[in-house]
C-alpha cells in the first residue's frame, strides 16, 4: 500500500481530522488511501498549527505508520476548496479525508516522496500487523 512520512505533529493533526491538506511542491500521481507515516524528525515541532489547535507533544508518536487516509485530489493553493483552509500553502495541495487510526501505531522506517509499506522493507510482524489494521478498517479485503 503507498505512504506518505509526514513530520510531527502535523501527521497526528491529519489523523485527528485537524489538517485536511498537505502541501507539496509536486503534483502526486496517485489518488486513493493512503498511509500516513509520522517521521522520526522534530524539525516541524511546534505548540500551537496555524489553525491555533494546541499540540499535546506527550500524544506524538514517531517514526511509525499512524492510520490511513483518502487522498482526493491535489489542486493548486489558489484553489477555491482550499483558499480558506489555514493549512493551505501549495504549491500543490494534497485534499485528505476520511482519517482511520490504528489502534496501536506500527514501528515503520519511513522515506521520501510516496512510498510503498511492504515486507521488503520490514520484518514480517510488522507486514502482519500492518494487514490486520487496514483488514480491521475495512480498506483492503
Request: proline share 8%.
Amino acid at each position: 500500500m503507498f505512504a506518505l512520512t509526514i513530520q510531527q505533529p502535523y501527521a497526528w493533526a491529519i489523523m485527528e481530522g485537524i489538517k485536511t491538506v498537505e502541501n507539496r511542491t509536486w503534483r502526486p500521481w496517485y489518488e486513493g488511501p493512503l498511509l500516513i507515516h509520522a517521521g522520526k524528525g522534530k524539525e516541524w515541532m511546534c505548540d500551537v498549527l496555524e489553525d491555533g489547535t494546541a499540540v499535546s507533544r506527550e500524544e506524538l508518536v514517531f517514526g511509525a505508520i499512524l492510520g490511513v487516509v483518502d487522498l482526493v485530489m491535489p489542486v493548486p493553493a489558489y484553489y477555491t476548496a482550499v483558499e480558506d483552509n489555514p493549512f493551505a500553502q501549495g504549491p500543490y495541495c494534497w485534499i485528505l479525508e476520511h482519517p482511520r487510526k490504528f489502534e496501536t501505531p506500527i514501528p515503520w522506517r519511513g522515506a521520501q516522496r510516496i512510498w510503498i509499506a511492504d515486507e521488503k522493507r520490514q520484518r514480517d510482524d510488522k507486514e502482519r500487523k500492518l494487514s490486520s489494521e487496514l483488514c480491521r478498517l475495512s480498506v483492503i479485503p
